[in-house]
């Protein structure tokens, strides 16, 4: 591979050196040289289209995109003569009459909307042009944000984002001239797209207030809140978060651009439904009183409880049942307090215990693998439901580098529709094979990603027929082995040597339990889930003492004797692994309102 | 034996006005008469003077007939083909002499122009290629492949001074050595068939009358750049000329004249059309192969220019019709012969779009250099009617008018842009004084806002800003500094745009504004038009000398303004209901009409006692 | 297809658009007035175009006019040729015509005994 050639430039004047191909921004950037960008932006294709980043070069009568023109070598350019503020000036002030910008109406007031910026670092005060007053639609059916077309300035960052970044290419513009307008599919509202996946990545990037998350608006500018690197806890791909909160609330839940794991992108679950959600918040401990009704009571009442009911029967079978949610830390605890009970166990997703394994079983740089895989196998996962941002990479192999994509499950997933081969795992026949190793014959750098299912006995039968039908290919082209467990911090719990569940029933059901503890953490719903597996519900009502440790009140909690409130993830301090090994930090944005303290700190403080 | 052949114009001018009722009437009545054995009826692309249609040319003996009907077949057949006389009731006349025109060698509209692209347009039958190959087609390109480098076909296109026809007149020559030098492959051509510019129609004739051409030229490309795949990206709204490539296409790879290894060589070129839907943008190259390409037909910011990354990120070339269909007779006649044509910085011809108020509208080819007066007035025929010359609007929507005292200009692109317009793909609109400048200007950004793709924000929003200007002024909503504004947004736009579209869309403004400052100025100060052609600047009055009280025009009113003077056989239009639609002036059949526009000097004639005119009962206002 | 093929093949089609290029050879002028086609000037021209068609000659159009002036004597042909001579032949039935066709189109001979005296041109 050759090297890049070095070229220099001259900017107003200053000498500038960068490498054959980089575009004039990117090294008047590099130079600490400003070049007022409305359209622009980092991660994205150029698109040349707000003409703000214009600049002129010396011996051409055009100005042109310093954003998407590369750098010939020796060119003189200039970014701020008379005549290209004057042309940026004009610019904008067409843009503002164009539709209806109402600055006092738009949550992005006072310093978080590119266009204004623009608008007050050119001096605009007023403008020369007749203001247009079109009728612009605003599409509210989505559920955690807006599109208000009446602030859109077709800067098209939403349009490159879904199309680049998420790869579903939800948005994209209809008809022409002025009557252009960003559409959703063909014309859909948000609420009634099938391909939307509500990432908010749009909304993230969009300079105006035209896309806006609902949970943010007029919360106030962004430079006025509080900003804490933390990581998502939902899944095990662990995105890095950059989270804005104010006065003790989240404001806004942006991807960390700097996280190796996501580069900035997060999915529908780590950017809203972890906080904007509404649920019921468990504040103080409850203790379920003579009257058979939980009443708030204070910690020591409740640790006491807890000791003078286990202290009054010590023959009785305790067990304690955790979360794949804890941390690293609260797992360490629960080892460390593991001989206090007869049994002790966390329970996982449907064959998942087999993907939680020792932490040899990580895949490090994982994610880099799949931005450079040309054929992806996808076994018994779905994450375009489960893990978003991983779906989005897989999305942007084949869609942008035209990578092969084969689907092996029993259930359907939205990255269906994107497969050369969607099989049902169930009913696989031989010609069927003979497909797959036609799809597969070019592959240089295939990439396996399996999940829990492939761990189920088909699913094992199809595995080892994929790695089957790699051997037979030539030396070195075989795939890139990726196990894609579902829950949080599977791999934290590879080392503790916890016993995995993935029923509870017969676990509950070998001996009768007497003492039983849940600690449910940061669940979403509450440990809810439990009770949906047959023959729980009733196995739990058997249990003399249930001790349900959990952040939101739900059908779990409501069957407890006793209920300790934990924190959630946004109150937590300590570290998960992530699916490909990487140990991140989980830091607290919010301070707990409340009485409530972290797992281990519970724990600790009750069976210690 | 074949002893003549009758020639049957079969361009989409004569289509519409029914020439397919002709030649069927020809060949029934030729059956008829015993005489189809002896006379052949050639269908061919268009002839050039289109407003003549439907036309017949009758070789060897070079007749040339002008609107001739179905009904006029038999007796056409029995004067000229039994007894061998010219049917004198269908030859043109000549314009200055009144003379009968017998031959189309006399003809002026032919006889001053010097067809070199549209050579077998009106002569072979565009849907035969042997009758291409028999004048001397693929002739060149056989020699190209079998006796010529690459290198040697490019010195020869350079050598010949061929300029893009498109609109640019980039050197031919050199914009195929770039595309030569670029080390990327596969490299592809395209010819540009969008002709999006509204009465542009010089490609469409080439494409209909003489697709092979096109064709023929696109291998010769290939050979001397080393493309292998060419695209035809051609408008939807040409069905015509997309049967007729289809079928020329058809012909070529049966012949074995397009595919693999063209006359045994090991060169091999594929040709396939793109059929656009409906936008003058994708016109602008880059757009174009957006549009191939499947995306939005929306421009890319160049650098990076196609022949380094065009098509799919690979080297690509774009030329025009009128570009390619030059290729082949340059190298079957040879550079040298070519550039005697034309003038010192651009040889050869162009085919011009005459239409307007002219009285031959049709096609002519003519050398570069030639005067916009030769053309107009030599070859057009002038203003029909005795209406003087206004101004002459070329290059489309991206040009500008030319009054009359720049008629003497030579024609070519540096000339024309010292004047403000530029020669674009050869449309010319003449105007006369019943053409008003503020409309035509208004006309074309109209076009140009409704076409802009909406990429970048100074056309989208600028040509819009400039389109509300205009209306307001013609409308009579104007005002003085709003002149100011035009040329402000039209600096902007034409500076800051993206795209050529956006960057000419204000020429239309500036070069009216440059020469008919004059006619705004009447139409805001006075609120006057003095061309009688903005609607609301005008009035209608009733003049009683002439008025036979007939009140067809008051049945005619569609808001019923029109009435009856009480006691008189007169009527009266009450002006403050009339929407000067004009309906009453062109149902009057007594010249009683006055269509005025006087402006703010106008005085309302004073109103007589009226009533409803008979058989109506509408409410005489107060 | 390569150069040979072509060429045959322009050769074998430039007969089909010969007619439109004007400026053959020789040029046969049919007398087709009343009293021509009375005479039988119709058949004449019918074997004229055949016999020409069949000797494939290409250098010769054939046209018709009206009246030649010279009624007593139609059936009457004129050639004119490309050099401005013109020789007009009188009296025609098919069988002289065949002989015109052979000699004076075909081998550039012209038939003395069936011409007649030098006309100018009247058109």
Redesign the interface.
């Given at each position: 591979m050759s090297t890049p050639k070095q070229i220099t430039v001259t900017i107003d004047g200053k000498t500038c050196t960068g490498t054959a191909g980089q575009t004039i921004l990117e090294i008047a950037s590099a130079h600490g040289i400003v070049i007022p960008t409305l359209c622009y932006l980092k991660g994205l294709s150029s698109w040349g289209g707000c003409r703000i980043c214009i600049v002129e070069i010396k011996g051409s009568p055009k100005v042109v995109p310093s954003c998407a023109t590369p750098a010939m070598d020796g060119a003189e350019i200039i970014t701020n003569s008379d005549r290209l503020i004057q042309l940026r000036k004009c610019t904008l002030e067409l843009l503002f009459s164009e539709r209806n910008h109402l600055c006092p109406m738009c949550p992005y007031n006072k310093g978080d909307c590119g266009l204004q910026h623009q608008g007050l670092a050119h001096g605009i005060t007023g403008i020369r042009y007749q203001y247009l007053y079109p009728a612009m639609p605003i599409d509210l059916t989505a559920k955690y944000f807006g599109l208000d077309q009446n602030r859109c300035i077709l800067c098209t960052r939403c349009v490159r984002t879904c199309d680049e970044i998420e790869g579903v290419h939800t948005l994209d513009v209809a008809n022409r001239g002025i009557r252009n307008q960003i559409v959703v599919d063909l014309n859909a509202t948000f609420g009634a797209s099938d391909t939307c996946t509500s990432c908010g990545a749009c909304v993230a990037n969009c300079p105006t207030g035209a896309l806006f998350d609902k949970a943010a608006a007029f919360r106030g500018p962004l430079a006025s809140c509080q900003t804490v690197l933390t990581t998502c806890t939902e899944c095990p791909v662990g995105c890095g978060l950059k989270v804005f909160t104010k006065e003790n609330r989240i404001v806004n839940v942006f991807g960390d651009p700097d996280s190796p794991v996501n580069k900035g992108h997060l999915c529908v679950k780590g950017r809203y439904e972890t906080w904007a959600d509404a649920r019921e918040r468990i504040t103080q401990p409850l203790v379920r009183g003579a009257d058979g009704q939980l009443h708030p009571a204070t910690w020591p009442a409740a640790i006491q409880r807890i000791k003078d009911t286990l202290a009054q029967s010590p023959d009785w079978e305790t067990g304690l049942l955790v979360s794949p949610r804890l941390t690293n830390e609260a797992v360490q605890t629960v080892r460390k307090l593991a001989d206090k009970f007869d049994r002790v166990a966390a329970f996982v997703a449907p064959y998942e215990a087999a993907l939680c394994g020792q932490p040899e079983y990580a895949a490090p740089d994982s994610l880099q693998r799949l931005d450079e895989a040309d054929a992806i196998i996808v076994l018994g996962a779905r994450p375009s439901e489960d893990h978003g941002v991983v779906a989005a990479r897989i999305r942007r192999a084949v869609r942008q580098r035209g990578a092969k994509l084969l689907i092996f499950h029993a259930r359907k997933s939205g990255l269906d529709r994107y497969a050369n081969i969607c099989a049902n795992v169930v009913s696989l026949e031989r010609s069927f094979w003979k497909q797959v190793a036609e799809t597969l014959a070019d592959a240089q750098r295939p990439v396996l990603v399996y999940g829990p299912q492939a761990m189920s006995p088909i699913g094992v039968t199809v595995l080892e027929r994929l790695l089957k039908s790699f051997e037979d290919k030539k030396e070195g082209t075989g795939p890139a082995v990726i196990p894609l467990p579902r829950s949080a911090n599977s791999l934290g719990f590879g080392a503790a040597g916890l016993e995995l569940l993935e029923e509870i029933g017969p676990w509950l059901d070998t001996k009768p339990m007497s003492f039983l503890c849940i600690v449910a953490s940061d669940e979403p719903d509450g440990g809810a889930r439990l009770l949906e597996e047959r023959y729980v519900r009733p196995l739990l009502s058997e249990v003399d003492c249930l001790v349900v440790q959990a952040a939101y009140r739900s059908a779990l909690t409501d069957m407890a004797q006793v209920v300790l409130p934990a924190v959630t993830w946004a109150e937590k301090f300590g570290t998960i692994t992530n699916f490909e090994g990487r140990v991140l930090p989980v830091r607290p944005v919010l301070a707990p309102v409340g009485e409530m303290r972290d797992d281990q700190t519970i724990l600790e403080s009750v069976f210690a | 034996?074949?002893?003549?052949?009758v020639?049957v114009c079969g361009g989409a001018g004569c289509l519409s006005s029914g020439c397919h009722a002709v030649q069927d009437a020809l060949k029934q009545e030729l059956t008829k008469r015993g005489l189809d054995k002896?006379i052949?009826i050639v269908v061919t692309g268009c002839m050039g003077p289109c407003d003549l249609g439907p036309v017949l040319l009758v070789?060897?003996?070079?007749t040339f007939y002008q609107r001739v009907t179905a009904l006029d077949v038999p007796a056409l057949v029995e004067e000229h083909?039994?007894?061998?006389?010219a049917y004198t009731k269908l030859l043109p006349k000549d314009e200055v002499t009144a003379n009968l025109i017998t031959t189309q060698r006399d003809f002026g509209f032919f006889a001053k122009q010097e067809k070199i692209v549209l050579a077998n347009c009106g002569?072979?039958d565009a849907e035969n290629i042997?009758?291409y190959?028999?004048?001397?087609?693929?002739?060149a390109l056989?020699?190209v492949l079998?006796a010529k480098k690459p290198a040697d076909v490019i010195a020869e296109i350079k050598l010949s001074g061929l300029r893009g026809r498109g609109g640019a007149g980039f050197p031919t020559g050199v914009k195929w050595e770039l595309l030569a030098k670029a080390p990327v492959t596969p490299k592809f051509l395209i010819c540009n068939a969008d002709e999006g510019d509204p009465g542009a129609f010089m490609n469409r004739a080439v494409l209909e009358g003489d697709p092979h051409a096109v064709l023929e030229g696109m291998c010769i490309g290939g050979y001397a750049t080393g493309a292998s795949r060419g695209f035809i990206y051609i408008r939807a709204e040409y069905p015509l000329a997309i049967k007729r490539l289809q079928i020329a296409i058809d012909q070529a790879y049966k012949?074995?004249?397009l595919g693999k290894n063209?006359?045994?060589t090991d060169f091999s070129f594929d040709i396939e059309m793109r059929i656009g839907a409906g936008?003058f943008?994708c016109g602008e190259e880059t757009a174009l192969m957006r549009s191939i390409e499947g995306r939005?037909g929306?421009p890319?910011?160049r650098?990076?220019f196609p022949a380094q990354r065009g098509l799919w990120g690979k080297p690509t070339n774009i030329n025009n019709v009128e570009t390619w269909a030059t290729v082949p007779v340059i190298l079957r006649k040879g550079a040298n012969w070519y550039n005697q044509f034309g003038t010192e910085k651009t040889k050869g011809t162009k085919v011009f779009a005459l239409a307007g108020k002219i009285r031959n509208t049709g096609l002519v080819e003519v050398p570069y250099g030639t005067t916009l007066r030769q053309i107009i007035f030599g070859i057009g025929g002038g203003i029909p009617g005795g209406k003087k010359f206004k101004a002459v609007q070329t290059g489309g929507p991206s040009g500008g008018v030319i009054p009359a005292e720049h008629l003497d200009t030579p024609v070519e692109y540096e000339s024309l842009q010292k004047l403000g317009s530029i020669m674009g793909s050869g449309g010319m609109v003449v105007m006369d004084e019943d053409s008003c400048m503020v409309d035509v200007a208004r006309f074309f950004l109209e076009f140009c806002?409704?076409?802009?793709?909406?990429?970048?924000?100074?056309c989208?929003?600028?040509?819009?800003?400039i389109l509300?200007l205009l209306e307001r002024i013609c409308a009579g909503e104007g005002q003085m500094e709003d002149l100011d504004?035009l040329e402000?947004?039209a600096t902007?736009i034409k500076?800051?745009?993206?795209c050529g579209l956006g960057q000419t869309a204000p020429n239309p403004v500036l070069t009216t504004l440059r020469y008919f400052r004059h006619e705004y100025e009447a139409h805001i100060k006075e609120k006057r038009c003095p061309a009688r052609v903005c609607r609301e600047l005008l009035t209608y009055t009733i003049h009683y000398d002439n008025c036979v009280g007939c009140s067809i025009c008051a049945r005619n009113c569609p808001t019923n303004t029109i009435f009856k003077v009480k006691g008189q056989k007169k009527y009266y239009i009450v002006e403050d209901d009339c929407i000067h639609c004009g309906a009453c002036f062109d149902v009057c059949k007594f010249n009683a009409i006055l269509k005025a526009s006087d402006g703010t000097a106008h005085v309302v004639p004073p109103k007589p006692e009226l009533e409803p005119p008979p058989g109506r009962k509408t409410q005489v206002p107060a | 297809m390569n150069l040979e093929e072509l060429k045959k093949l322009k050769e074998k089609a430039q007969r089909q658009v010969a007619l439109r290029e004007g400026n053959k050879k020789y040029r046969v002028v049919v007398s087709m007035g009343t009293s021509g086609i009375a005479a039988g000037a119709r058949d004449v021209m019918k074997t004229m175009l055949d016999e020409i068609e069949k000797r494939g000659l290409d250098d010769v159009e054939v046209r018709v006019t009206g009246e030649h002036g010279l009624e007593d004597v139609e059936p009457v042909i004129r050639i004119e040729e490309a050099g401005g001579e013109e020789t007009t032949y009188a009296r025609l039935d098919a069988e002289k015509a065949k002989k015109i066709v052979a000699e004076h189109l075909g081998k550039g001979k012209k038939v003395e005994n069936l011409a007649v005296g030098k006309q100018k041109k009247t058109d």
């Open positions: - | 034996m074949i002893r003549s052949n020639l002896e052949n070789h060897p003996d070079g083909f039994i007894k061998g006389r002569v072979i042997e009758e190959i028999a004048r001397d087609g693929y002739a056989g020699t079998t012949y074995g004249l063209l006359f045994g936008a943008v939005r929306q890319m910011p650098p990076p806002c409704d076409e802009s793709c909406g990429k970048c924000p100074p989208r929003v600028g040509t819009k800003q509300n504004k402000q947004l902007v500076d800051a745009s993206l | -």
